[in-house]
């Protein structure tokens, strides 16, 4: 990988770990804290735009600072598994169980739904 493409993922990345940040909190603020629904939003989001980079075909270099910079900075899997731990440690067990069968089953069914509408551009 060359220097410019590094530079564009870590530049490109930040603005994705921003949008995350912005989104979530816009959500959260609209939806409450009681579930994570901000994490739920950025993540659905991330599935279905990936989705659609992959079947738009979009390869190299523009793929890389695309899915690896901003998506993969934008997506967060680790908040994710966090969140859903945290309910099932406040009694709220169905609620953890559910904020991870959603966006399991939620998240594959975008990334797919993506890619064929970027199978279409």
């Known amino acids: 990988m060359s220097l410019p493409v590094l530079l564009a993922v870590g530049v490109v990345g930040g603005l994705g770990a921003i949008a995350r940040f ?3 909190g816009a959500v959260a ?3 409450g804290r009681a579930f994570p629904y901000g994490t739920l939003a950025v993540n659905l989001l991330g599935a279905f735009v990936l ?3 992959v079947g738009a075909a979009l390869d190299g270099d523009a793929y890389r600072v695309a899915a690896f910079g901003f998506i993969g900075a934008f997506t967060t899997f680790s908040t994710w598994a966090l969140e859903s731990h945290r309910l099932g440690e406040d009694g ?3 609620l953890g169980a559910a904020n991870f069968a959603v966006s399991l089953v939620l998240g594959v069914a975008l990334a797919w739904a993506g890619r064929e509408l970027g199978l279409l551009l």
């Open 29 to 31: 603020r609209r939806a």
């Open 92 to 94: 709220r067990l169905g």
């Open 22 to 24: 912005l989104l979530d």
């Open 51 to 53: 989705g659609i980079l």
